[in-house]
Each structure stands twice: as C-alpha cells, then as structure tokens.
C-alpha cells in the first residue's frame, strides 16, 4: 500500500441491481469477489443513480453533474458540446481517462458541426466520447428490426466474435445473445429463450472479453502512465441470456419472491399504472416469466462476479492493488417483476439504487475496510471523489457531487446532504402517448431521503410519496394522503430549493467571484463617487490633470 | 412596404429608464425620434429584463435564454462555449448576424482553448463575440486604476479619435468622458462633473459615430446581403457627462421628483438596505447629485434620440424602411435616486423595465402601429421574434422566450404567460461581502404579474413583495405581512415551477422526441417480449432460422 493513488479502476455493470450481491444480503446468489472488493473497501447501501436508466444515468456519473443540469435526459439525447467530463476534470491533473466497453453516449453530432469539431480529431474524438480515450468503445446491442438497426456504432465485439470465425454480420445476437434450442435459432430477445445456453464458448462470451480487454490496457504502455479506465460491462443487462455452465446454475427455486402487493395495482399514480400496463410490467407480473429470467440474470451476475475475480488476481499479482482505487456500481437496477414492473425507469429501490463499493488503497482508508456506510450517495459523488483523490481541488461550481474521500477515511461530514435526487425523461415512450403528454410535460423528479421517497410528476398529476419507515417495501403510495401533508410540503420544499440550484455558472468559481469583490474602484470603474473624496488618492490619481488639448 | 422582412435592425441603449421617453410619459424630456418609431411601430409597455445589469442582460437577449439557464450571471462571468445565440440561429435561415457597438460579452478562454477553437478563426471569432460577426466591437468603458485597466478589450472608437488627432492612451476618458473644468481635467468619473461639457466636438462623440458606423455598415457589401444588425450604443450610460449643446439643456427643474419614501429606510430587508447603504445609493439619495446628473443623462437621451432621427432618415431615404424590421430598447435602466437607490441591480420598475419598440414593416402589422401593448414581454422574446420574422421555426427547446410577431399582428395569444422572471447574481459585489454571503447565495430571483413584484433571496432571507395594484410605486415591502401569505404562497409556487423548467434538454426538439415514440422495437430491441407472439411478425422476422454454427 502507498499513500498515493496512481491509477482509478472505475468498474460499471449494467442494470446490476443493489441487492444481488451476497454481501448485500441475497439469500441464493453468492457473489464472492464482489464480496472480496467488499471487505477490501467500503460498500455504499445507500447509493443512488441520477436516473434509473443507461444514458441519462451514466452522462451524471461521467460529467458528475445532475440531469436536468447536463440535458441529456434519456437514451440517445446527445449531450451537448461543451459539457464538462470528468475525463476534462482529471486530464488537468495529468491523468488520463480510458474508456473499456459502454458509456451509451450520443455525440451533438450538430453542435460539434457548428464549431467544426471533426469527430476524427483527438479533441473531437473526446467530445464524442464523453471525454474519454477509446481503448474499446461497446455498447452492447446491436439489434436490427423492419426499419434499420438500433444505433449504427461500430462493435469491436463483433469484430473479435468474427475473428474467431463465428460466421455472420452479427455475431454478437447469433451466438453470445442466442441459443440454439435444437437446430432452431433462439434468439435472446424473446425471454422464453432465457433458459437456454447462449451458443457460445463461455471464454468468448462478452464478459470475459471484455476482462481481457481491461488487462491488456494495464499491461500496454497506455496503462504505464497514470490512468482513470472507465471498465464498463454490459452484462447484467438484457437480453436474458447466458452460456454454459451458468445457463443452469440456478433454478426457480433460487428466484426470491417477487416484492409486490396487490394494492398497487388498485388505482395506481396514473404514471405508475401505465408502466404497469406496459407489455414489460405485464410481462414480469407473471410468474413464469419471472421463473425463467431472474435464473439466467443471475447466472449472468455470477459470471461477472468470477470474471471480477480474474480482474481482482491480476490486479493483485501485478501489484495494482496497490496504487489503484477501485470503484464497482451499476448504472441502474432491475425491477424484475417488483411492483409489477419490469425493467428500470421509475423510483422504487431495485430500480433506483445501485451497488457501490470503493476500494481506497491508502492507509487513510483503513478505518472503513469491510465496513458498510449507510449514508445517501450519488452517482454524482464519483467524479468529485477521483478528481480529489487525485489531488485535485473540486470545482464544485461545475461538479454537483461531493467527493466521498471523507466517508473512506470513516469521517461523515456534518453538512452531508439530507436527501438525493433522481429524474426521469420518457417523453419518447408510448406510455407518454398513452397519458397524452407534451414531450417536456414527460419529466419525474424524485427526491429519497432516509425515511421517504418522493416523486413529482409533470404533467399535471399529483405527487407519489413512500414513506420507507412505515413501508420498507413501497407498497402505499402517501401522495394523496392528508395525513402526509406536512411530509409532502418539506419535500416539495426541498425540491424548489434543489430546483433553483446553480447549474449553470460553470466559467466562473467561487473563489474568482470572492476576488472580484470591491475591486472595480482599483480598475478605474469608478461608481456613484462625487468627487475625489469618495474615492482613495490612488483611484483618484488616474483622473486628475490638465484637460488635454486636441 | 413589403410582404417579407429582408432585414432586423436590433437598436439597443445602455441604461436607457423605460420611462425616460416623451411617448412614455416623461414630462420634461422631448424625444421626437422614439415617439416618431412608436407611431410606426408597437410600444411594449411591461417589457422586462431578465437580469437588471449589463452582461447577463445581454447574454439573455442574445441567447432568448433565462440568466440561470446560460450562466453567464453577471458582468464578466464567461457565457460557456456550447450556449447558442440568435445568430447561430438566424445564420440557419441565411441571415447573417453583425455587431455595431456594445455586447459586454465575455469569452469563455477556457472552454475554448479545451475544444482547440481559435479566436482569430471564422467560428472561433463568432464563438467569442456572442454569435455575432464583428463590425465594430465597442464596449464602451475605457477606465484605468491602481490595479490597471478595467477590460482589456480593443476599442475603435478610441481608434477614431487618434486618427482625428485627439492625443493620448484613452481619449475615450480624456475627451468623450471628461470636460476641461478651467484648464483642469473634469473626469465624467466623478459626478460633480456631470454638469461640465464633454470636451469633444459633439459630432465625434459616441453616440454620432456609432450611428455612423451603421449607416456605413448598410450602405457596405455586408449590409447588402439580409442581415440582423445589432446596432448597440453606449449610452446613456455613466459616465454622465454630455458634449455642448447636450451638457446644458436641462437643468434641476426638469428633473422629475425622486420616487422614493421614507417608509423604505425604515427596517428594510437586508439586501435593499445593503444597496441602500452602498456609496451610489448614498450619493444619489442626495437631492444635489440628483440634480446635477439627471440633466445630463437627459441630455445623452436626447443625443441618443437626435441621433436616432438621422437613422430613421436614412433608412427612410434608402429605402431600407420598407424591408427593415426595427427594434429599439435598452439592456436595463436607472434607479437615479428612486427608491434611495442608484444604479441598477434591483428589481424596481425603474431599473428592471426596458424601453421595447417594434416596428415590422408588413401589412400584417398595420392593426398596431402607434399602439401601446401592456402584455408582458420579456427580453428573450426578441430572438424568437427575430427567427420567426425570418421564416424560421422557433427551437422551443432552446429558446425560452416567445415570439412577439402575434402581437405585432394585434391577436394576443390565450396561452400568453402571466409572469416574468427577472435574476440578479451580486456574488462579486461589496454587498456580498457585507451581508457575509457564499457567491452562490447572492442570487435573487424576482417575479413579476400584472399586479405583483416577488422577489426571492437565496442565503435565508425572507422574501420581498410589492402590491403595485395598491403600491403603485413600490414603496411598501409586503414579504413579511401575513396578511399576504396567500400571494407569497402563489409566487413561490410559480417561482418553484419555473425553476423546474426544462432548460438545458437542448439537443432534441419536441418533434424528434414524438418521433421516436414507439420505435424500439422496429429497429429490433424488443423489451419484455415473452415469445414472437408478442410482436409484429415484421419485427419476429428478423430473429428466427437455423442456429447458425462456428
């Protein structure tokens, strides 16, 4: 161990939910090396993300900023051309920022035209990257339906998948995200399928390539300098489906009760009901559904949990476990059938909140080893916390987190926030359509602090409200309730006061502003002064003399 | 006259009081030319500013953006690289966009330098001068003090009077901006001296030069393409200091009494008493600079409006009257004493409302001409005038104001807003530090209706609200009166609403979103789809077969 920290690992699966470690209690998936990263660092059990889905969720993590302050609200909403990454933040501290698998980031293709910004250049090539160098850039779907294919980005996943010989365009949808259910072609897409092996060998599946990837980087030269590598997997995430062995690894019986009550479904928030009544809530409502998914989920988490192994003993043998912070989260949960909901989008805690644990090799990290802080994150904490921990100072007139380097070394500051804040954008699903909404009246904003979860709709609906201490689970929604009326007033407060924050002074810092202060007269702008006596002889010595002559 | 506007002609003041205009109602003063455009034109009677001070008003008027919106809060704090302007805009629609004068802007060096964007390069030059290619660019405030230069801008007009012979560094200061008080140098920085005559030939000061500077800019090859020219004077803005026959053609009698009241000394909130209390509010609560430096700000007005009369005549005798939109306001305007303040800053009707004259050559526009219209208007709505006059579709997702052509045409829509937001930022101001504020709680944010003026304060103080129904002078501060809670209740609530505003999605317009709505599973992502039976069997097509082999 070292008192610097050389080198960040900033690992990210997608759509791992908080409570499928075994460390963070689930009763029929173990999850060891997660559980080893976890008693090597401090694991987070309050850990939210500023969006329960990939694109809006990750554009925080990586510019360390909330949604409705960077814009890029959903999935394929560009993020505009001038935001700050955490990429920039740390490229100032001499480190570079490597990215190894997803980032689902949409180039402003159009704003980058406008201030001709050639994708090919190196400046380019990082505003269209989020700020990162490109050591693989996978996204992970590659999807093709009767009018086109879902995004048009390059797969190096597949080039590697063809290198191999495994014949066809798409690879990636033929073999790692297909079975093949006797001569028959079965797709991953349809969750009937889910059961199968995928039609791959396990080494070649995306998973361990992707380990592989992030090895080779440390052992390149690039991996010689100091480093942030953004290692991002796309696994848990769907399509539901896995090669052997882990295909069969676990059963119906391993699949925890769904966490679900009939009285969500009698008159639920009209926003709440319309995802219920979308062909996903449908779908996980059932139980056969539910049987057959959440066992090849699982066996796809357990697969990264023995491929984080693998990352874990080369990091240990290489010495990298040294001088390197190491970060795992997710970018979102997985409803899987709670609430009777499938997928991600909305507030409740499987969606919402996410695993977090930080590895801190230096000393001053000792304290917190193994433990577990219960304190409310954000995914927004991260880059403040890998801009301080390389020695930066945090320009928190741009980032909106706080960094977490406090709580690792066991000290919970006294100002830490009282609530976190998550938004949503589903202006372009058919829900929106089906509420008959503007594109711009499509926005939720929930507000969670330790007792309630609270979520205004726009739109013109009312609130919804959880109160966590009376309903662990979030059956009961309060919004309507007069008994919560003071409850619902503090949050709507807090939400005004969150809503009014300063996003967007981002050129100047606080301590620039502190400068400015009283020092006009000192540069000759001299305002409501009479005459020499208002101001000092100095100020006054630049405007005395005789008047001069043309 | 025309069916087509070919060009804008976009006339802004400095610190020009909407009420300082005889067709406004001003008693002593006598401005032909204005009330001439008036009665061409639409006089806006309740148009406001979204931020009372230079800088942040301007990036608001260029932008069509709130001032928390661009983050450009006050005089100096860089408008980021990334934030679009009305000539970005216009520029779309074949319309170039050119500066005559004064824009305060403030590049953003860093965010530049970060995107490798040159200032001397086509877009790099446009990136630093707000959108606008340069004709001249004249700030206008030339000072000089023990701690060096205010700004270190290039100044034409200093340019000019060299090459007239006018000796020296800054004849801006030593001639435009000072008298000779008997031999002796009477800098217009001091007030006493607002009386003196400027030492200049009065056709060499600010005002004629820059008038023909736009005259030469018509009559040139650039002015012979459609263009939008911001022509963008200096003045009245201190220093107050006049050249012969201007200095003396008003003296104390025309000075109209200061409207201001005991009862606003008495207990003030804090931040009013702060300004209150600051040298330019001690200097023109004092009834003798009133009446030294009213008459000489009457008299740049009526320079200015002079002035503006052979612009008028000019475009007349061209022809360019009959193809020339034409827009005249000002960026704030002039406590001068009223309310025992000086200056600007606040929110009082003599500091946040503007001058605002339309005048649209179409016939379309005849059912206005000469009227006055009282609908609220604010400051961002010129760029949406600006893009719809030239045939262009408002991006509502960037612009946050509203087009006026509808009430230019006499039809006010149903839908019009029922408030104005106003912002200040006095982080960088002795009044911070008095009042022992982070820069990020000096901020204030006013609202405005037809009846009431709310202002909120960050840092913990309570609000302020004027009835101008029963005040209509302002002088009674309601925020604390219960008897006003109901009204406090709704201005919060408004001021909550629009802070929740979506501001910054500004890469996908409303129409893209609608498009995209149920579109997933036709470019082959299918979410929660249990078997082919689920979907289209277009959409199955494309994932049955034989299981392809390696």
């Given at each position: 161990m070292v008192d610097e920290i050389r080198n960040i690992l900033f690992i990210m699966y997608d759509q791992?939910?908080?409570?499928?470690?075994s460390c963070a209690?689930?009763?029929?998936?173990?999850t060891p090396h997660m559980d080893r990263l976890a008693g090597m660092g401090l694991r987070f059990s309050n850990a939210y993300v500023?969006?329960?889905?990939c694109g809006s969720s990750r554009m925080s993590f990586y510019t360390g900023r909330y949604v409705s302050s960077h814009?890029?609200?959903?999935?394929?909403?560009p993020l505009k051309v001038g935001e700050l990454t955490v990429g920039d933040h740390l490229r100032k501290l001499g480190v570079d920022s490597w990215l190894i698998g997803k980032t689902h980031m949409q180039a402003d293709a159009e704003g980058m035209a406008r201030l001709g910004l050639?994708?090919?250049s190196v400046i380019g090539a990082r505003v269209a990257e989020c700020g990162f160098d490109v050591w693989d850039r996978e996204d992970g779907l590659y999807a093709h339906g009767p009018k086109g294919r879902y995004g048009a980005a390059h797969s190096p996943y597949n080039d590697y998948l063809s290198s191999l010989g495994?014949?066809?365009?798409?690879p990636w949808h033929d073999f790692a995200n297909a079975g093949d259910d006797g001569g028959d072609l079965a797709s991953?897409?349809?969750?009937?399928?889910?059961?199968q092996a995928a039609n791959i060998a396990e080494d070649h599946s995306e998973t361990p390539w992707l380990t592989r990837r992030a090895i080779d980087f440390m052992d390149s030269a690039e991996g010689a300098a100091p480093w942030m590598a953004?290692?991002?997997?796309?696994?848990?995430?769907?399509?539901?489906i896995v090669p052997a062995p882990y295909h069969?690894?676990?059963?119906?019986?391993?699949v925890q009760p769904?966490?679900?009550?009939?009285v969500e479904r009698q008159n639920p928030h009209p926003v709440l009901g319309a995802y219920q009544a979308s062909p996903v809530g449908q779908a996980f409502a059932r139980d056969d559904v539910r049987a057959a998914v959440i066992p090849a989920y699982m066996g796809l988490i357990k697969q990264c949990d023995d491929q984080l192994g693998v990352l874990l003993d080369y990091l240990e043998s290489s010495g990298r476990m040294d001088d390197t912070m190491i970060v795992l989260t997710s970018d979102h949960g997985d409803?899987?059938?709670?609430?009777?909901?499938?997928?991600?989008?909305?507030?409740?805690q499987p969606s919402v909140k996410v695993p977090l644990i930080i590895y801190d090799?230096?000393?001053?990290a000792n304290a917190t080893r193994g433990q577990v802080c219960d304190a409310l994150v954000e995914a927004i904490d991260l880059a403040p916390t890998f801009v301080e921990a390389k020695g930066g100072q945090v320009p928190d007139h741009i980032l909106e987190g706080r960094s977490l380097l406090p709580l690792l070394a066991g000290q919970m500051p006294d100002?830490?926030?009282?609530f976190v804040v998550s938004e949503y954008d589903?202006?372009?699903?058919?829900m929106a359509e089906k509420l008959g909404l503007e594109p711009r009246d499509c926005r939720l904003f929930m507000l969670a602090d330790a007792r309630y979860t609270y979520i205004h709709a726009e739109g013109g609906f009312r609130p919804i409200l959880f109160d966590r201490e009376t309903d662990p689970e979030e059956f009961?929604?309060?919004?309507?309730s007069a008994e919560y009326t003071d409850v619902l007033d503090m949050m709507q407060g807090r939400l005004a006061r969150w809503a009014r924050r300063?996003?967007?002074?981002?050129?100047?810092s606080e301590a620039q502003l502190r400068a400015r202060r009283n020092s006009s007269a000192d540069i000759g702008?001299?305002?409501?002064?009479?005459?020499?006596?208002?101001?000092?002889p100095e100020q006054a010595a630049y405007y005395k003399g005789a008047a001069p002559r043309k």
């Amino acid at each position: 161990m070292v008192d610097e920290i050389r080198n960040i690992l900033f690992i990210m699966y997608d759509q791992l939910r908080h409570d499928y470690l075994s460390c963070a209690g689930h009763k029929t998936l173990h999850t060891p090396h997660m559980d080893r990263l976890a008693g090597m660092g401090l694991r987070f059990s309050n850990a939210y993300v500023q969006s329960p889905v990939c694109g809006s969720s990750r554009m925080s993590f990586y510019t360390g900023r909330y949604v409705s302050s960077h814009g890029a609200a959903y999935n394929g909403y560009p993020l505009k051309v001038g935001e700050l990454t955490v990429g920039d933040h740390l490229r100032k501290l001499g480190v570079d920022s490597w990215l190894i698998g997803k980032t689902h980031m949409q180039a402003d293709a159009e704003g980058m035209a406008r201030l001709g910004l050639a994708p090919d250049s190196v400046i380019g090539a990082r505003v269209a990257e989020c700020g990162f160098d490109v050591w693989d850039r996978e996204d992970g779907l590659y999807a093709h339906g009767p009018k086109g294919r879902y995004g048009a980005a390059h797969s190096p996943y597949n080039d590697y998948l063809s290198s191999l010989g495994y014949p066809g365009e798409n690879p990636w949808h033929d073999f790692a995200n297909a079975g093949d259910d006797g001569g028959d072609l079965a797709s991953g897409w349809f969750m009937k399928n889910a059961g199968q092996a995928a039609n791959i060998a396990e080494d070649h599946s995306e998973t361990p390539w992707l380990t592989r990837r992030a090895i080779d980087f440390m052992d390149s030269a690039e991996g010689a300098a100091p480093w942030m590598a953004h290692l991002s997997f796309i696994k848990p995430h769907w399509p539901y489906i896995v090669p052997a062995p882990y295909h069969n690894m676990y059963g119906p019986d391993d699949v925890q009760p769904a966490i679900r009550h009939e009285v969500e479904r009698q008159n639920p928030h009209p926003v709440l009901g319309a995802y219920q009544a979308s062909p996903v809530g449908q779908a996980f409502a059932r139980d056969d559904v539910r049987a057959a998914v959440i066992p090849a989920y699982m066996g796809l988490i357990k697969q990264c949990d023995d491929q984080l192994g693998v990352l874990l003993d080369y990091l240990e043998s290489s010495g990298r476990m040294d001088d390197t912070m190491i970060v795992l989260t997710s970018d979102h949960g997985d409803y899987l059938g709670d609430h009777w909901l499938g997928e991600k989008d909305l507030f409740h805690q499987p969606s919402v909140k996410v695993p977090l644990i930080i590895y801190d090799p230096r000393p001053s990290a000792n304290a917190t080893r193994g433990q577990v802080c219960d304190a409310l994150v954000e995914a927004i904490d991260l880059a403040p916390t890998f801009v301080e921990a390389k020695g930066g100072q945090v320009p928190d007139h741009i980032l909106e987190g706080r960094s977490l380097l406090p709580l690792l070394a066991g000290q919970m500051p006294d100002d830490w926030r009282d609530f976190v804040v998550s938004e949503y954008d589903y202006a372009t699903s058919p829900m929106a359509e089906k509420l008959g909404l503007e594109p711009r009246d499509c926005r939720l904003f929930m507000l969670a602090d330790a007792r309630y979860t609270y979520i205004h709709a726009e739109g013109g609906f009312r609130p919804i409200l959880f109160d966590r201490e009376t309903d662990p689970e979030e059956f009961f929604d309060r919004g309507g309730s007069a008994e919560y009326t003071d409850v619902l007033d503090m949050m709507q407060g807090r939400l005004a006061r969150w809503a009014r924050r300063m996003s967007q002074r981002t050129t100047q810092s606080e301590a620039q502003l502190r400068a400015r202060r009283n020092s006009s007269a000192d540069i000759g702008v001299m305002i409501g002064v009479w005459d020499e006596r208002d101001v000092t002889p100095e100020q006054a010595a630049y405007y005395k003399g005789a008047a001069p002559r043309k």
